[in-house]
């Protein structure tokens, strides 16, 4: 868990906007939306192995609802 806290210590330093990925304020020059990092990939990608598992629904989003915006922001993202 000492991770996650780390990671939503970064999220609230780069925080906000309407999305707060760890390249704070990068924005994409063609669609004007803020664009993640590897760093966001990558964490994504670990927490995306987790999805529906009850570790995610029981721990993860209840204490971290920084982390649960960020992972909905990025799925969005990721899905284009």
Not at 55 to 74: F, G, K, L, N, S
């Amino acid at each position: 868990m000492k991770a996650l806290e780390e990671f939503d210590t970064e999220l609230e330093k780069v925080g906000g906007g309407d999305h707060s990925f760890l390249s704070g304020s990068s924005i994409d020059q063609q669609s004007n939306q803020p664009t993640p990092h590897l760093g966001d990939l990558t964490i994504y990608g670990v927490l995306r192995g987790l999805q529906g598992l009850p570790v995610m629904e029981d721990m993860v989003y209840p204490a971290y609802p920084r982390i649960r915006q960020w992972y909905r922001d990025m799925e969005q993202v990721v899905e284009k």
